[in-house]
């Protein structure tokens, strides 16, 4: 074979095997049908900034203290100390409420590289309702009825928020996490008093007193959460509600009264307002959908 065949031979040799490896090559890296493709599916995270609202239903409770009410002579005696015509005690049941409440949510979750969640969230909103109780009472000079007073108290909700850390364990697109943190409310409790000198046949209308000071508190709970895909969760929480209320003094004497100030200085409420929540909410999560990448 003379040096002109073989060069030529084994051009067309080379060649022949380029277009075998090309036409390889191209069925290796040659898509599949949809049927058989296999794919990589991203596992759903819960990492990321959320928003969304909440409706639920809150049970409230703030308990009156037991007072007494004073009706004072207008002397003193031979010690100098004051006389009165008699006491009457009232108080010391609790104004219990059912309530609607509602309200936003908003926070971040950073799931770990397993399947622990941590997080911070922020809740804003508002608690209804009002209930409220009338205690009656008198005193006496012997076996005569001096006075004859009422003494009126109401709660009604207001709005309220919460700090708190998240800390959940997430199986797949379910969450389940405990919670808690600060929490404030601004309620709007309200007294009035009044009386009726059954002497003098005198009435008398006393102070009227609205609180309506910022409390603040904790709070702590728990919830489920699922997430319907990459974007949307819905939710189920409970949470309790511990706010210190320790500023609703009410220093009261009517004009005819001359009993001190400090004799009917009633604490109307005790230091403690709970309230104990059950909510549905919804979340938007700000994150890209998963990515479903075809295995070459």
């Known amino acids: 074979m003379t040096l002109t065949k073989f060069a030529l031979a084994s051009t067309v040799a080379l060649g022949t095997l380029a277009i075998a490896a090309q036409a ?7 898509p599949t049908s949809m049927k058989d493709a296999p794919i990589i599916v991203v596992p759903p995270t819960w ?13 409230s409770q703030i308990d009156t203290r037991k007072n007494t009410y004073y009706d004072g002579y207008e002397y003193y005696d031979d010690d100098d100390n004051f006389l009165y015509y008699g006491a009457s005690p009232f108080g010391g049941k609790n104004l219990n409420d059912q309530n609607a409440f509602g309200g936003g949510q908003f926070g971040y979750n950073w799931q770990t590289g397993g399947n622990f969640v941590l997080g911070i969230e922020v809740d804003v909103g508002g608690l209804g309702g009002e209930n409220e109780k009338t205690f009656f009472g008198n005193t006496f000079d012997g076996d ?3 006075d004859v007073f009422a003494v009126r108290v109401k709660s009604e909700g207001g709005f309220y928020g919460d700090v708190t850390g998240r800390l959940g364990y ?8 405990a919670k808690g943190g600060f929490a404030w409310i601004q309620p709007e409790l309200k007294i009035q008093v009044a009386a009726y000198d059954n002497y003098s046949g005198e009435s008398f209308e006393g102070s009227r007193k609205t609180y309506d000071d910022t409390l603040t508190g904790w709070t702590v709970g728990g919830g489920l959460e699922f997430m319907l895909n990459p974007n949307w969760t819905v939710k ?7 706010f210190e209320l320790d500023n609703n003094n009410l220093n009261w004497a009517w004009e005819k009264t001359y009993a001190p100030e400090t004799a009917n200085n009633w604490k109307l409420f005790k230091d403690d307002l709970t309230v104990d929540t059950v909510k549905l909410g919804v979340n938007y999560k700000l994150s890209q959908a998963p990515v479903y990448a075809p295995l070459k």
Do not use: K, R, S
């Open 170 to 177: 997430a199986w797949g697109n379910t969450l389940l996490y």
């Open 236 to 242: 189920v929480e409970y949470l309790h509600y511990n």
């Open 47 to 59: 990492t990321g900034f959320y928003f969304g609202g909440h409706l639920g239903a809150a049970w």
């Open 144 to 146: 005569f009825i001096q």
């Open 24 to 30: 390889n090559a191209a069925d290796i890296y040659a």
